[in-house]
């Protein structure tokens, strides 16, 4: 059951994201744009419903496991790593354009990588210097792309 707990909160986050994510795309001034994230949407939707909808029958068909309750449940799954990542993509969405791309990944790299246990330093400092490189070179100097630029950078 406390994997069908997880699973349902992780479920319902990205739902509510996709969610405010569409009445962001209303304004989009090219209806092609618009009717292509529509499109993406609702495929996401419906592969939320139909994977909510499995697990909470398999949580139902599974409820006389007395082993855990919802509130250790929803407690074990904010110290889970699906949290961990929910949350830090949801920051990283906030201050891309408060900060800028290029600070806000090196941030979210960096900052993902520890929380993930990675404790070597090349991984926290340097894989993430390199990455940032690279989308510089291929998508500005290459192709000319604008990257959402802040109050750093």
Request: a positive charge.
């Amino acid at each position: 059951m406390a994997h069908e707990i997880k699973n349902i909160l992780f479920l319902i986050v990205i739902g509510v994201f996709c969610g405010f994510y569409y009445l962001d795309i209303l304004s989009l001034p090219q209806p092609e744009e618009k009717n292509l994230v529509i499109f993406l949407i609702g495929g996401i939707t419906i592969f939320l419903v139909l994977e909510l909808g499995r697990s909470i029958y398999r949580g139902l068909k599974n409820k006389y496991d007395h082993k855990s309750s919802l509130f250790q449940d929803i407690k074990a799954w904010i110290k889970s790593r699906q949290f961990i990542l929910v949350v830090n993509v949801i920051l990283y969405v906030i201050f891309v354009p408060i900060i800028g791309f290029f600070i806000a990944t090196l941030l979210f790299i960096a900052l993902l990588n520890y929380l993930l246990n990675s404790r070597k330093i090349w991984e926290i400092t340097l894989l993430p210097i390199v990455l940032l490189i690279l989308i510089y070179l291929l998508f500005v100097t290459l192709l000319g792309i604008n990257l959402p630029t802040g109050i750093l950078f």
